[in-house]
């Protein structure tokens, strides 16, 4: 028996959410005294790989001609390596609501999303999740045979556990194969699902024009800048900004809110931030009531005070 974790990458790298999933993974398998083994696709150097052996991973597969965008194939091939896995881990990715749904039909395993806790039972396989938008946690217990789980976002630490690693490189052959023939990424820019800190803001900053003093306090924190529906709808922000319910569900350690009043449909997809701060005219804005801190204040006197502000910290 194993654990096996999906290792994730982005044009041959990885990122904080496939360190997150193997750390996670690693903590099941000693939890149930196993080994831990991951896969991964697309095309990754050797050092790249052997870095996940830096969080107990103790055997890779790479495909290396198999796209995760593939999903068919992406879970036949995971299914294949999970024969002998009590357990596949996933990061709760794009990428992996679109193949662990495949996996689970095809394993006829349980699939839990958005899990927030580490096993509480070893014996009928017991886990916390998140559900109703975040708004509530559940125990549940799992009494299939395997268990497919994609944690939440930001919920786990990434912890070292160094270990010896064997990188094992394949091609794989299937009748249909999927080709990418073109793809657009975001460059220069921090992604929403990786980010410690978000930058948000809403109708309240009254044009697109305005929005340099959001990008740069965002650029000073480090941080990742999103918006609201209504924003991304009318076309002041690209539609990859958007967070929320029907948008982008995150989970940084830092959330500000510029002039966003906190629709319901918003905080169902930001609501697991671990701080958030409102910044809003309107002292009702419901958002003040989610917020662990509320300015009430102009955003355009606020956001540019608070820029000078950790400009002189910074210096």
Sequence with gaps: MSILVYAESWEGRFRKSTYEAASYANQLANDLDTDLIAVSFGNIDESELSKLGEYGVSKIFSYSNVTKSDNNNASILLAKHAEDSKAIIFANTFS?????????SKLKAGLLSNVISTILNTENFTFQRQSFSSKAIEKVSVSTEKVIITISPNAFEIKNSTTN????????????QFTVIGSETNTGKISLSEAEIVISAGRGLKGPENWGMIEELAELLNAATACSKPVSDIGWRPHSEHVGQTGK???PNLYIAVGISGAIQHLAGVNSSKVMVAI?????????????YGVIGDAFDVVPKLIEEIKKIKN
């Design 249 to 251: 569900a995150v989970a």
């Design 165 to 176: 690693c064997v990188i094992t490189k394949n091609d794989a052959n299937f009748e249909n």
């Design 280 to 292: 809003n005219t309107d002292p009702e804005a419901a958002f003040f009531k989610a917020a662990d």
């Design 96 to 104: 992996a609501k679109m193949i662990a749904p495949r996996l689970s």
